[in-house]
């Protein structure tokens, strides 16, 4: 597990494999331990998984602050470390707002973008409360959110052991405030300026498929995965992996 020191925080990240390099980029609270099956990239890819500051092993920073845009940057940061010129950036579910505002801010850093189960405003009602549950049980029950959500991912209990573990790290004021920023964040108007290639990768059975339809005017590929819901990292890996696969494969290498 190295350690990258910025001069305001330690970040914390999983580094594996080699060739084309792919960041994954987590939701609230969860931290880089719910990308664990994307680990078997390394057999095709240079595959890393951070903890955001404040989330998993990663520290908290000198000061209980977090915007998307700041989030944007600890990505870039932790590139320069790596001297990589560009990457795949790669966002699941409320991560993916901070891989859209990457690929809006820095475009010269982005090889191509990857979207999963994410959305570019939150824009249903049932999404929106999702948001305010989860603000709501930080606050007062953080524990049952993380087991919650981790119980969701899957039915094996190691793994949701693992993902709960790693949850409870996280701090409770930044994780409040991934879910409250991400809540109001919108890039709807901005859209048009992603230029690298863009996939779109959701379940079928997923609350946020209606969010497919803002990204109509502009150039994406589309991949649903039957049988499924939001959870398409663990609960389908091996047809998300292979998804990725072929996508960077194809449109990338």
């Known amino acids: 597990m190295p350690i990258f020191k910025n001069e305001d925080f330690n970040m914390y ?3 594996l494999g080699s060739g084309v390099p792919i960041v994954f980029i987590h939701p609230p609270g969860m931290g880089r331990k719910v990308f664990l099956f994307q680990s078997y990239l390394q057999e095709h890819f240079r595959v890393i998984f ?8 990663s520290s908290v920073g000198t000061y209980l602050d977090s915007s998307i845009s700041s989030y944007a940057n600890e990505i870039k940061f932790l590139l320069d470390h790596l001297q990589i010129s560009k990457a795949v950036i790669c966002g699941y579910s409320a991560g993916g707002i901070i891989a859209q505002e990457f690929a809006l801010i820095f475009p010269e850093r982005t090889t ?22 989860g603000m709501y049980l930080v606050k007062k029950f953080p524990r049952f959110l993380a087991k919650c959500i981790a119980s969701s991912h899957t039915n094996r209990r190691d793994i949701a052991k693992v993902l709960f573990d790693h949850m409870m790290k996280a701090n409770k004021e930044l994780w409040f405030q991934y879910y409250e920023k991400t809540l109001t964040y919108s890039c709807v108007e901005r859209l048009t300026q992603l230029k690298s290639p863009l996939l779109l990768v959701y379940g079928s059975n997923d609350f946020t498929n209606q969010h497919i339809r803002s990204y109509r005017d502009i150039p994406h590929q589309l991949k649903v995965i039957e049988k499924v819901s939001h959870q398409v ?21």
Do not use: C
């Open 112 to 133: 191509a973008t990857i979207l999963v189960s994410s959305y570019p405003k939150v824009q249903s009602l049932i999404l929106k409360e999702e948001h305010l549950i």
């Open 13 to 15: 990240y999983d580094e």
């Open 233 to 253: 990292l663990t609960k389908k890996w091996e047809i998300f992996n292979r998804l990725v696969t072929d996508f960077i494969t194809k449109t990338v290498q």
């Open 50 to 57: 951070p903890d955001l500051s404040g989330h998993g092993d």
